[in-house]
């Protein structure tokens, strides 16, 4: 088992930076890829950065390329999203998610409850 919580959420203003955290306790959390994922009032949960299980690969979700950057530290058991130039359209609730190395959800078998993200305009 991997329990996942985020932090690092809030409010901010268009153009604003912020800074998630994903802190892992459990087993093995090297060993897992890890994700962001978000979800917006009314939408579908959609992806938004993954990280290899070594760190050597990142992937990115078209719109946030550029704006966000994911990283992990395996010593501290956290993943980070790094998100700058914010956008309203990027308002959501992030969740973070371990398993495997992909964009889909259904690939990753370990979610935090998630981080509420407000841009506003």
């Known amino acids: 088992q991997v329990q996942l919580v985020e932090s690092g959420g809030g409010l901010v203003q268009a153009g604003g930076s912020l800074r998630l955290s994903c802190a892992a306790s459990g087993r093995a959390f090297s060993s897992y890829a890890m994700g962001w994922f978000r979800q917006a009032p009314g939408k579908e949960r959609e992806f938004v950065a993954a990280?290899?299980?070594?760190?050597?690969?990142?992937y990115y979700k078209d719109s946030v390329k550029g704006r966000c950057t994911i990283s992990r530290d395996d010593a501290k058991n956290t993943v980070y999203l790094q998100m700058n130039s914010l956008k309203p359209e990027d308002t959501a609730v992030y969740y973070c998610?371990?398993?495997?190395?992909?964009?889909?959800?259904?690939?990753?078998?370990?979610w935090g409850q998630g981080t509420q993200v407000t841009v506003s305009s």
């Open positions: 998610a371990a398993g495997e190395f992909a964009t889909a959800g259904d690939e990753y078998d370990y």
């Open positions: 990280i290899s299980w070594s760190g050597d690969s990142t």
